[in-house]
């Protein structure tokens, strides 16, 4: 691969890793089913998921009871290797609901390790990998209205 083509899918994965961040703080579910493959994997700290669409509910369910969510992400490496990619990203998430006994916001820390393959309609995600290494806050927030008092 020539460097320029490196360069450019270095940029254009760098640009989808921040676009997925922003469609998930603009509830932009199609956005983020998008930057998937329809057949991608997911795991995170509870379990895998499988296929975009099971991506994308986990994410709504998660953040769409939230007044305001704002993921950043950081920290970037990427390795190319023709149509491929990996990734290694750093993410801080702030998470706020107003009105939530004992705090109204809570923050999570962690990585992303994303296996990427360049599509006709640009790179998507084939198996992202989640960790957490911190939190804090009130885990409450997080907790969509329909399961408070489930664990109680």
Known sequence: M???????????????????????????WDAVAGSYLPDATYTHPGGTL?????????????????????????????????????????????????????????VIAGSYEDRWVRTPDGWRIAHRKQEYHWRSGNRDVVVPPESEGENA
Do not use: C, K, M, W
């Open 50 to 106: 499988e296929g975009a669409a099971a991506i994308t509910d986990r994410t709504r369910r998660a953040l769409q009871h939230l007044d305001s969510s704002q993921h950043l992400v950081g920290t970037i490496v990427i390795e190319v290797t023709g149509d491929t990619a990996s990734t290694f990203a750093q993410f801080h998430a702030l998470h706020v609901r107003r009105g939530t006994p004992g705090g109204e916001d809570y």
């Open 2 to 28: 020539d460097l320029l083509t490196d360069l450019a899918s270095r940029a254009e994965i760098a640009n989808a890793l921040a676009e997925l961040a922003r469609a998930q703080d603009r509830h932009d």
